[in-house]
């Protein structure tokens, strides 16, 4: 399965790809960090981003998108610009009928490193571990794409492939069907299960 991880943001939006192996490993694919000029209007950074994005899905065709969950912060306009390329991209991925699955920061580094309080120096390094690298993937944007695609193969994509249907469900998609939330069964069941736990 090939996986498009992102992390969002208008200012620097980082993208991963990643093709599962056997025994929970990883190949990289390509990883990039798509940046817009701040003093550009939010239309025209929200436009380039798209164009770029667009790209990636027609380059390295992804089965699935994972993106990192807006969380809450103090600066607004940070978490308001994260939020809009986190949509952008959901949108697009979901426009050519691409399942989506969100994962939030504190579950990619529990999955990367085994702790939900690792450090940005931590989850680059567990990255590089996995995927082989010669040198860790810079910036730090780079390397969270990475562990969100990593971390969606450990805890979505790999459930999804065991489960009855789901192959047939991933045909359906590539050929161009759609679903109403872009989860697979086993997403949309893994998530109602995080849900009644919280």
Known sequence: ???LGVDPGLTRCGLGVID?????????????VLRTPSADSVDLRLGAIAEA????LDTYRPDVVAIERVF???DVSTIMGTAQASGLTMGLAARRGLPVAMHTPSEVKAAITGSGRADKKQV???VTRILGLDAPPKPADAA???AIAICHSWRG???AQ???GINKDLTERKAGGRQGSGLTKAQQQWAEAMRRAK
């Open 1 to 3: 399965m090939r996986i």
């Open 20 to 32: 599962t192996l056997p025994a929970r490993k990883a190949k990289m694919v390509a990883v990039d």
């Open 53 to 56: 994005f667009d790209s990636w």
């Open 72 to 74: 809450a912060r103090n």
């Open 124 to 126: 680059t390094s567990m």
């Open 144 to 146: 969270d794409a990475l």
């Open 157 to 159: 994509a790999l459930s």
């Open 162 to 164: 065991s489960t009855p």
